[in-house]
């Protein structure tokens, strides 16, 4: 045992910008994908579609960025312990959300990445264009876009549980769950 009661500053920080990143990723793509090029053209007009195609490309980018710096801090750094600890099932359930996430968030960014690429659509980052990698080829983009969706909505359940399960933690349970990601107390 140890006397740490949360997970280190860096990486809280990291915690609550991703999870803003993410909300705002899940939204701006779902709105994309609903609405289509053509369709958010003639509501919103030329400017507001681009920015928003740029916006959620770059979001995308900032959180495989964020994810990388975050895998560090989790490996490298001491992980707090539970007060009292948590019961096998809910370590369990905990756990597989936990890895999920860091799995889908580091694979959703270069499924949009490649999806994109092949696509033959410029790959944003704030106002500049990342090397593609991969030429273009659309029968793949088509597949590509079709996994960055299903896995977008794979990540919106996760993140639903993941909310769910902290809330709990937070107002029924009251242990120090919520403490060790706080960034106040
Ligand atoms: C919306 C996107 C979110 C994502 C992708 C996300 C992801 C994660 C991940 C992967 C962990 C595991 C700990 C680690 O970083 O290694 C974690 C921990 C945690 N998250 Fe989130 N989170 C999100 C939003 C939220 C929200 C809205 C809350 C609060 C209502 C929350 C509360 C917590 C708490 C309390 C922990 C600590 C759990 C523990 O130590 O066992 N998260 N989060
Ligand atoms: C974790 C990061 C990301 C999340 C959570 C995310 C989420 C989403 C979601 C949910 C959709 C809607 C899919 C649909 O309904 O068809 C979408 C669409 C899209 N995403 Fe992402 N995305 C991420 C990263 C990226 C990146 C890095 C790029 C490109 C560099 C990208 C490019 C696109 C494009 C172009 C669309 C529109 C697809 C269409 O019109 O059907 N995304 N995204």
């Not at 900032?62 to 948590?86: K, Y």
């Not at 273009?136 to 919106?156: N, P, T, V, Y």
Request: cysteine-free; hydrophobic content about 55%.
């Amino acid at each position: 045992m140890h006397e740490l009661d949360h997970y280190i500053y860096p990486h809280r920080i990291l915690h609550w910008l991703v999870a803003g990143a993410v909300l705002l990723s899940l939204a701006s793509g779902l709105m994309l994908g609903a609405l289509g090029y053509e369709r958010a053209v003639s509501l919103v007009g030329n400017t507001l579609t681009n920015l928003l195609y740029t916006s959620h490309k770059t979001l995308g980018m900032i959180i495989l960025l964020l994810m990388t710096l975050r895998i560090i801090t989790r490996l490298a750094f001491v992980v707090p312990d539970h007060d009292p600890p948590l019961h096998v099932l809910e370590r369990l359930v905990s756990t597989s959300v936990h890895h999920l996430l860091y799995l889908a968030l580091v694979i959703m960014p270069i499924i949009g990445w490649a999806a994109t690429a092949t696509g033959g659509f410029p790959v944003e980052f704030f106002h500049w264009h990342l090397p593609r990698f991969i030429g273009e080829h659309d029968a793949l983009s088509e597949q590509l876009f079709m996994w960055h969706e299903r896995l977008g909505w794979a990540i919106a359940v996760l993140v639903v549980l993941h909310v769910v399960g902290a809330l709990f933690h937070w107002r029924i349970k009251r242990d120090n769950v919520m403490k060790r990601m706080s960034l106040f107390d």
